[in-house]
């Protein structure tokens, strides 16, 4: 091995801005110019080329940029304009208030996909990730991030001449980022430790501004760190084998919140985005043992209270799951240290307790250490409903205590400059701090057809020259031919109608879709005075095959002669192609298995654009489709193998019929008057509806302040109410094997005439507790054919006599139903201060 210099003395150097600059930094180190245009537009100004060649990373186009061109701008009035400007934007945004520290969501996330030049994501969770910070930031809402920082990222995508994908992983240097050491209380680079079994890992912690949230990343590539294992942990996204996995989460869980403690941040309310973070409930239990002497018991319930979950998967295979053995391996200290079972610790994360060789389930740890649990979509909400009623295997599906908030997207990032400054031209001018509000979008209808088409015409164009240089350059770089070079450097057409599709090439997502029937899609691509493209952009796991073949056909069809100027895949899709794509198609296709997709959010972006969606009727489009403007794919059920031919063939048909003869008919002026009017409606109702801001206010109003609220009451008097909370439990779980229903009414014959109330009774053995502590409910629902209630409502019983341990708890209703209609009665603890309480537990028995 060559011999290397390991030991030196080190310092940074940082560009020396003129004084008529000498605010470069600030703005270049706060995230605000990623989705201000006023900031991007003075860095873009210094230098295009830079700014380009630099990736759009402000941080390092001061690295690179000449002194003579900092001072040349600095003696520019024009420059030194948009400056001033920048700083005044930034200074009026920070100085806007955020509540104070009484109140603080702490939120979790494994990756987070702010910018491009920030490599430190893979897909749509971190995108959606990014987009809840910028949102935050822009809504008042006091939070501040964890994540890691990765040394390499997600892998970079290239194709080989065969069109397999290849990957190459390119190293971060963070001085060039905009992220800087964060400082401990004595004023140094702060670090923090965490204990493996092989020793103990030191932590760096790095500091992101986003705008007014601080995003905290945490990094063990340091020289503290002797062992390459422990280097390597913060290496890759999403890399490496089980040990790293679980050594990656035990960092940002655990890690995580030993950061946000170095720093002397306390919040009020944990949001674990996926299960990846879980391990920060087992941190938050030994702290509150060790701080407030509570008991494993009381420190569950107390962290419970303010703890969120967010679940994205809605298949089992996406679920991080580790063996019993490698948790022991490295959860045997814990167990001990906290005075707990190794049992009881897997119970929390598993659906059978009991089952001495089921896995530990980092989801199923955060919904069972979560008092707040929600899904990403209404259909995902039923989804994970049916797939994780094994959690609560005593309550009906539809009750399932998982609730729903549907993502957006933050619409200052993805919106396109050209419909930017159409709305600054139309839409009151304040309608960036109102883009949340229905009434701000209603002035979309007032927009010339010319104007608004031209704009979207001038994006299409931008995408062209986009696309056409992307794909040469990939050429070039894998040494095609001279010819397939040149024919990447013609494809496409301004006037073409566009379809885009970029996402992972993950086989659910049904890439090929599209291409079952080559010889009918070539028709469409080609008809005469009609044509139609495609762009494709998407990666596929390093080890994920099958995803790596869809790629790889993909692109051999496109060098099909026939249809070589029609069909182009983009390599290496990340957030730039990302934003290209969903501001410059027309069409934006999304096929994936119904009830497999969580959400999707590319569909969001490109509708704000005024693209049109084609999609199967899954995640937000099952709840956007009628106000969209866009088109179905398929009806509204359970997927099926057989429906890959007919979702292909109603593809098929679609813009055969109706997308394709829309897009080139009734034009007046050379516009298309009925799709500008669908692209108006899809502007008007998704911009508000589906935009990130919406979605903070519902997590907000549904789950922060349920939380806050929560964790302040139980933590009142030193947990008082946590050790009474714990000692009710404890009496309500001796009792409980004695309580049972005595009777149960009415009995009723014969039929019932509609408006007649009836009586519901029950007659209630409380073996010694009290009526308050318990809640006695009536399910009252239609008999279905299958002999089940169905479309079921729920009514709560209250007490009306005792008799020593008999209770009498009764409830009069109507039935607003006619037909045959049934009930039964159940009951569970209620606790008499628990505003989150829901019949949600093993504790629960039905008349």
Avoid at 717 to 734: C, I, M
Avoid at 795 to 823: D, I, N, Y
């Amino acid at each position: 091995m060559p011999f290397q210099i390991t030991r030196f003395k080190e310092f940074l150097v940082r560009p020396a801005l003129p004084k008529e600059l000498e605010r470069l930094n600030e703005l270049a180190y706060n995230l605000l110019w990623s989705w201000d245009g006023s900031i991007r537009k003075l860095f873009r100004r210094l230098d295009p080329v830079v700014w380009q060649q630099s990736g759009h990373n402000p941080v390092l186009m001061l690295n690179r940029l000449p002194q003579a061109a900092l001072e040349r701008a600095a003696a520019d009035p024009r420059d030194v304009f948009l400056y001033r400007r920048a700083c005044e934007r930034l200074d009026a945004y920070l100085e806007q208030p955020i509540p104070g520290p009484e109140k603080l969501i702490a939120y979790f996330s494994m990756e987070y996909g702010l910018n491009e030049c920030i490599p430190i994501y893979s897909g749509g969770l971190g995108i959606l990730s990014g987009d809840h910070l910028k949102a935050a930031s822009d809504s008042d809402v006091p939070l501040v991030a964890v994540g890691l920082l990765y040394q390499k990222g997600y892998h970079q995508q290239y194709l080989n001449p065969d069109g397999w994908q290849q990957e190459r992983y390119a190293v971060n240097d963070f001085y060039t980022l905009p992220v800087t050491p964060a400082l401990g209380l004595d004023g140094r680079e702060l670090l923090i430790a965490v204990q493996l079994p092989d020793g103990e890992v030191f932590v760096k912690v790095w500091r992101m501004q986003v705008g007014r949230v601080q995003l905290f990343l945490l990094d063990t590539n340091i020289a503290q760190n002797a062992r390459p294992e422990h280097r390597e942990i913060t290496d890759q996204l999403y890399g490496g084998d089980v040990h790293t996995r679980i050594r990656q989460e035990i960092v940002l869980g655990i890690g995580g919140l030993r950061a946000l403690k170095a720093v002397r941040l306390t919040p009020t309310a944990f949001h674990m985005n996926e299960g990846h973070s879980a391990f920060l409930a087992l941190e938050r239990i030994r702290l509150l043992m060790q701080e407030h002497s509570l008991s494993f018991e009381e420190a569950l319930e107390a962290s419970r209270s303010n703890n969120i979950f967010t679940t994205h998967t809605s298949v089992p295979a996406g679920i991080d799951l580790f063996s019993p053995d490698l948790m022991y391996e490295y959860f045997q200290d814990y167990c001990r240290e906290v005075g707990i079972p190794f049992e009881t610790l897997l119970a929390l994360g598993r659906v059978r307790a009991e089952d001495p060789y089921e896995p530990f389930s980092m989801a199923v740890a955060a919904f069972r250490t979560s008092s707040g649990r929600n899904a990403v979509s209404r259909l995902h909400q039923s989804v994970s409903q049916e797939m994780w009623q094994d959690l609560w295997p005593q309550l009906p599906v539809w009750e399932i205590p998982i609730t729903c908030i549907t993502n957006g997207v933050h619409l200052l990032t993805w919106l396109n400059g050209d419909l930017a400054l159409l709305y600054d031209q139309y839409l009151q001018p304040d309608w960036r701090e109102r883009y949340n509000e229905p009434a701000t979008w209603d002035l979309v209808r007032e927009i010339p057809s010319t104007e608004l088409w031209e704009a979207h015409k001038r994006r299409k164009r931008r995408l062209l020259t986009f696309v056409r240089e992307r794909a040469t350059a990939a050429a070039v770089a894998r040494k095609a031919s001279a010819g397939e070079t040149r024919r990447l450097g013609e494809v496409l057409e301004p006037e073409a109608l566009t379809i885009g599709f970029a996402r992972r090439f993950a086989t659910y997502k049904r890439a090929t879709l599209l291409f079952r029937d080559i010889k009918r899609l070539k028709k469409i691509l080609t008809r005469p005075g009609m044509p139609v493209q495609i762009v494709i952009a998407g990666k596929a796991h390093p080890k994920d095959h099958p995803g790596k073949s869809l790629i790889r056909e993909i692109v051999q069809l496109s060098r099909d002669p026939e249809i070589s100027r029609h069909l182009v895949f983009l390599e290496d899709y990340g957030i730039e192609v990302g934003r290209e794509m969903v501001q410059g198609v027309d069409l934006w296709l999304n096929n994936p298995r119904r009830g497999e997709e969580a959400c999707g959010t590319s569909g969001m972006k490109a509708g704000m654009n005024g693209v049109l969606n084609l999609s199967i009727l899954d995640g937000w489009f099952d709840e956007a489709y009628e106000v969209s403007g866009g088109w179905a794919i398929g009806d509204p059920e359970p997927y099926s193998e057989d429906q890959d031919e007919i979702h292909a063939s109603a593809i098929y048909s679609l813009l055969e019929n109706e997308v394709v003869p829309l897009y080139y008919g009734g034009r007046d002026e050379g516009v298309p008057e009925e799709w500008v009017r669908r692209m108006r409606q899809s502007l008007v109702n998704l911009s508000p509806r589906f935009n990130c801001v919406r979605m903070l206010d519902e997590y907000r109003s549904q789950l922060y302040e349920p939380a806050h609220t929560a964790y302040q009451a139980i933590r009142r008097d030193g947990f008082r109410g946590v050790r009474e909370r714990a000692r009710w439990k404890a009496e309500v779980q001796g009792a409980w094997d004695r309580v049972s229903f005595l009777e149960v009414g009415p009995d009723l014959d014969g039929a019932l005439l509609s408006g007649n109330p009836v009586a519901l009774r029950a007659v209630v053995d409380l073996a010694g507790l009290r009526p308050g502590d318990v809640r006695v409910e009536a399910v009252v629902g239609h008999v279905g054919s299958s002999g089940c209630l169905e479309h079921t409502e729920v009514l709560t019983l209250v007490p009306a006599a005792e008799s020593g341990s008999a209770v009498v708890f009764t409830k009069e209703f109507v039935p607003s139903q006619t037909g045959r209609l049934g009930f039964s009665l159940r009951i569970s603890p209620n606790h008499f201060d628990d505003p989150l309480t829901r019949p949600c537990n093993a504790l629960l028995k039905w008349s």
